[in-house]
């Protein structure tokens, strides 16, 4: 330990391994919460490095499990962390870390698709997770409503989910999330890491990408209609956009002629900014 670690890093350097925390508290990773924990301190504290500048404001971490990324943010330096839990037993672990971290940890025992961010601790606000991966798109679908609130957020997933998030047009993996996150962030990928640095390893590579919200003004006071437009070309996307589209616009063709998009065209073809007008008519 370095000499001038502060009496928090000091305090948490002492508490017990995370693979002990998880045998004393029976924390077996369950399926049905998409857990899987990750206990290296020098991946957890990459990923709270690259979420940096940690303070000032509130860090929100999303299923902290027994804490070993709470850890890494309370040690790079975060004030405040909010962390919120939806599985009990891991309350209980995480109230050990919680006695060390001198007030700077808050737990909440929540669902995070039912909790609104805004509520938690105060501004500036980032959401540093590895996130479950059974409600992963979810979350974040959620949290691009919410964007007014959140400066950034560096998050983990399945390296399939970031694949889409920064995908272009034209390519496989481009759909409704590429469209939606890119119309809000601006998305990057930072790193993956192997299922071997997980307990239990889970079937997948995953990767950590930072989203950082786009000015209010560069991006829809309203998702929705891009949601309902996205939802409709990509449900159907082996069909011509006429055709994909007819559900929720009377005259698909008029509305992609009337926009110089060719009615002919499948939604991978179209960009971001192509979908946010055809977004803005829906919304007229």
């Known amino acids: 330990m370095i000499p001038d670690s502060s009496p928090v890093d000091l305090a948490i350097s002492r508490l017990p391994p995370l693979r002990e925390t998880i045998a004393r508290h029976g924390l077996d990773a369950r399926k049905r919460l998409g857990q899987h924990f990750l206990l290296d301190l020098n ?63 808050q737990i909440i025992e929540a669902d995070a698709l039912r909790i609104d961010l805004t509520g938690l601790g105060p501004p500036p606000r980032r959401v540093v997770a590895n996130l479950p991966y059974n409600v992963s798109t979810a979350l974040l679908v959620r949290w691009l409503h ?9 998050l983990m997933f399945q390296k399939e989910v970031v694949d889409r998030l920064v995908a272009r047009p034209r390519t496989k993996d481009y759909g409704r999330l590429s469209v939606l996150a890119q119309h809000v962030c601006s998305v990057q990928r930072l790193f993956d890491i192997p299922p071997a640095a997980f307990v239990p390893p889970p079937k997948v590579t995953s990767s950590v990408a930072r989203l950082t919200p786009r000015p209010s003004d560069d991006r829809l006071a309203d998702l929705r209609p891009l949601e309902r437009v996205t939802a409709a070309a990509f449900g159907q996307r082996r069909k011509m956009l006429r055709g994909a589209l007819a559900g929720i616009f009377p005259d698909p063709t008029a509305i992609l002629l009337g926009l110089g ?24």
């Open 146 to 154: 919410g964007a007014d609130s959140l400066v950034d957020m560096v």
């Open 261 to 284: 998009l060719s009615p002919t065209a499948r939604a991978e073809e179209l960009t971001v900014g192509e979908f946010v007008r055809l977004a803005g008519v829906l919304d007229k």
């Open 43 to 105: 991946l957890t504290r990459r990923i709270a490095r690259a979420a940096a500048p940690l303070s000032p404001g509130t860090v929100i971490e999303v299923g902290p499990g027994p804490g070993g990324l709470t850890r890494a943010l309370l040690l790079e330096g975060a004030d405040r962390v909010v962390a919120l839990e939806v599985d009990t037993r891991a309350i209980t672990a995480l109230q050990e870390l919680q006695a060390a971290a001198g007030g700077r940890l």
